[in-house]
């Protein structure tokens, strides 16, 4: 199964659909302070790219807990991108100075970042190894229990079985 409406599957389709286990999509944008930015860059690290506004009251409070796990595996190389979705640059800059966000954000504004990651929703977090290869898709808030397994599967920490629908323990 392929990413299709809703489906996330271990595999990409004849079509190109994102899937785990393929390369994840390129990222070559601006960020929301003018900088250049290219996900290939950040090859040899694991990367986490969220899709996420300021509007998205999931997506604010998840940033305490990227923040702290920035810090925890800073010694992992641990980076985080940023794609703003759905909402206008100067309200998501003054969100990321105020709540201290020192990972970069890229401006998508013809959607072609959010296309190519078929994100859906808000916030969704995608987990790429040191590779470049896309290991897991969060959609919704990510819980620190998420977020250490999924984790741990671009640290090389083991896959999730081919096909497997895990359900997470209810809170």
């Not at 389709?13 to 929301?32: F, K, Y």
């Not at 998205?56 to 595996?73: N, S």
């Not at 072609?112 to 040191?130: H, L």
Request: proline letters at 11%; hydrophobic letters at 45%; glycine letters at 12%.
């Amino acid at each position: 199964m392929a990413w299709r409406g809703g489906l996330i599957g271990p595999r990409a389709s004849e079509n190109g659909l994102i899937a785990r286990d393929q390369p994840a999509p390129a990222i070559v944008a601006t960020t929301l302070v003018g900088t250049p930015f290219d996900l290939a860059s950040l090859r040899g690290r694991p990367v986490i790219v969220n899709f996420w506004g300021p509007s998205c009251v999931p997506c604010r409070d998840e940033f305490p807990l990227f923040r702290a796990k920035l810090e925890q595996h800073a010694g992992d190389g641990l980076a985080i991108v940023g794609v703003l979705m759905a909402d206008p640059p100067a309200p998501a800059l003054d969100f990321m100075q105020a709540y201290g966000a020192s990972w970069p954000t890229v401006d998508d504004p013809s959607g072609a970042i959010r296309g190519a990651y078929r994100a859906v929703a808000r916030p969704q977090s995608y987990f790429i190894d040191r590779a470049g290869v896309l290991r897991e898709i969060q959609v919704g808030e990510l819980t620190e229990a998420e977020f250490e397994r999924k984790y741990a599967l671009i640290l090389g920490g083991g896959e999730a079985p081919v096909g497997s629908l895990e359900i997470p323990p209810p809170p």
